[in-house]
């Protein structure tokens, strides 16, 4: 069984700064693709930011050169730092990782449960 679970949402300043983590657990054989995505109530969810196995990364126009994706592929983990963050950024965000598990013979996306981030004017 695979689990993916994020952490370090909260409240913030605009202007501030958060970092997201999210780390996949259990019965893992290979990790592919890694991202960030967030969605707004009655929004469709959008892609914020991913990040290939190599390091090859993709971000959404809206926050190119305020946000960073990275990861530790030996933890499992991927990370969001969020800088210049802004009113509009408040809304739920959730990891999902593509990933083959030890019994299984192709990749699945995984999503974790989402954490809220807020960021007050």
């Known amino acids: 069984q695979v689990h993916v679970v994020e952490s370090g949402g909260g409240l913030v300043q605009a202007g501030g700064s958060l970092r997201l983590s999210c780390a996949a657990s259990g019965s893992i054989y290979l990790i592919n693709a890694m991202a960030w995505y967030r969605q707004a109530p009655g929004k469709q969810r959008e892609l914020v930011a991913a990040i290939t196995t190599g390091g090859t990364t993709n971000y959404a126009d809206s926050v190119k050169g305020r946000f960073t994706i990275s990861r530790d592929n030996a933890k499992n983990t991927v990370y969001l730092q969020m800088n210049s963050l802004k009113p509009e950024d408040t809304t739920v965000y959730y990891c999902?990782?593509?990933?083959?598990?030890?019994?299984?013979?192709?990749?699945?996306?995984?999503w974790g449960q989402g954490t809220q981030v807020t960021v007050s004017s």
């Open positions: 999902k990782a593509n990933i083959r598990g030890a019994t299984m013979s192709g990749f699945t996306d995984y």
